[in-house]
C-alpha cells in the first residue's frame, strides 16, 4: 500500500478483556515498531522488528503485552487482561533503511 | 545504547519570530537525524533530516544543524506561523538499527 495501515482505528474494550492491534508496513520494509502515546505525552517505545533477527522486547511495560511480525510484513500488538493505564493510543512504524513512516495509530479506551 | 534528549519540553514564541529546539545524542555511531511534527490528533510526520556528513540543511522556513564534535543538533524555524504550533521531535540512529527518538516539544505559535 501507499502507507503504513493500522486497525482498527478506534477499539473500546472492558477491562480484562484481550485485544489484538494490527499493523500493515509499507511493502519492502524490513524495520517495523510499535509505540504508545498517552494523551499529551511522548512516543513510548515498546518493540522493534528488524529483519530476521530476534525483535527488541526491551519497552514492553509487562507480560500482558506481546507482538508478533508473521513472514517479515505485518504485526500484531496483543494485550491481554486489559487494564484502564493501557488506553493510549498505539502507532506503528516501518522504515527501510533510514526513515520512519508512521501509520494513524489505534486509539485504545479501555472501560 | 543511544539516549536522545530534546529541550525545551515547551516552548512559546510570538507569530512571525524564530523558534529554536535542541537535541543531544550520547552515540557516536549515529548517523541519520531526523525531526517529525505531530500535529493534534495526527500522526508524526517527517519534515526534515540530516545526515552526518551534512552540518546544515535548510528547506524553506526550517533548517537543521550538527555539530557532530558536540553530539547535538537543532530545529529552526524562522518566520512562524499559527501552522506551525505541533510537538515536534527529534531522533538519531544509523542504518539497520533501532531510531530513538526524544521526548518531544509542544511549540505554541502566539498571535
Known amino acids: 500500500g501507499a502507507g503504513v495501515s493500522q486497525s482498527p482505528s478506534n477499539k473500546v474494550t472492558e477491562k480484562g478483556k484481550d485485544v489484538e492491534l494490527r499493523c500493515d508496513p509499507i511493502s519492502g520494509h524490513t524495520a517495523l515498531y510499535w509505540y504508545r502515546q498517552s494523551l499529551g505525552q511522548g512516543l513510548e517505545f515498546l518493540i522493534y522488528?528488524?529483519?530476521?533477527?530476534?525483535?527488541?522486547k526491551s519497552g514492553l511495560p509487562s507480560d500482558r503485552f506481546s507482538a508478533e511480525r508473521t513472514g517479515g510484513s505485518v504485526s500484531t500488538l496483543t494485550i491481554q487482561r486489559t487494564q484502564q493505564e493501557d488506553s493510549a493510543v498505539y502507532l506503528c512504524?516501518?522504515?527501510?533503511?533510514?526513515?520512519?513512516?508512521f501509520g494513524s495509530g489505534t486509539r485504545l479506551t479501555v472501560v | 545504547g543511544e539516549n536522545v534528549e530534546q529541550h525545551p519540553s515547551t516552548l512559546s514564541v510570538q507569530e512571525g519570530d524564530s523558534a529554536v529546539i535542541k537535541c543531544t545524542y550520547s552515540d557516536s555511531a549515529s548517523n541519520y537525524f531526523p525531526w517529525y511534527k505531530q500535529e493534534l490528533g495526527k500522526r508524526p510526520q517527517l519534515i526534515i533530516d540530516?545526515?552526518?556528513?551534512?552540518g546544515e540543511k535548510k528547506d524553506q522556513r526550517i533548517a537543521v544543524t550538527l555539530n557532530k564534535t558536540a553530539k547535538h543538533f537543532s530545529l529552526h524555524i524562522t518566520e512562524t506561523q499559527p501552522e506551525d504550533s505541533a510537538v515536534y521531535f527529534c531522533?538519531?540512529?544509523?542504518?539497520?538499527?533501532?531510531?530513538?527518538f526524544g521526548k518531544g516539544t509542544r511549540l505554541h505559535i502566539l498571535p
Open positions: 522488528f528488524q529483519g530476521n533477527s530476534a525483535p527488541d
Open positions: 540530516i545526515r552526518s556528513n551534512v
Open positions: 512504524a516501518s522504515s527501510l533503511g533510514f526513515t520512519s513512516h
Open positions: 531522533a538519531a540512529s544509523h542504518r539497520d538499527d533501532k531510531i530513538i
